[in-house]
């Protein structure tokens, strides 16, 4: 069964990693920007600042985040078509 969503791409990838990790809020945010997973790009010891804890412990968030993740990631992969059509977008404007 396919099932279309009209959320915005970045809401549905949010929405899917706070389900996954648990994290919410700032913490979510932070984390997912230490990733790459949302913009602008966050360094850890940036990240630490924000959070009020040590570059380690953002370390030890962003590797579990990327676990978490792997783990709850069916082997045929994941397919979110919002998210993947936002990219495309993103590289041909970038042109």
Known sequence: MLILSTEHPDA????YIEGVTGQTGD????VMRVNGLVDPPL???DAADLLG?????VSQLADRMRVLIAWSTPPGGL???QTIAARRLERTAAL
């Open 53 to 57: 804890v040590s570059p380690q412990r």
């Open 43 to 45: 360094r850890g010891v």
């Open 12 to 15: 549905a990838l949010r929405r």
């Open 27 to 30: 913490r979510l945010t932070t």
């Open 79 to 81: 397919w979110m078509p």
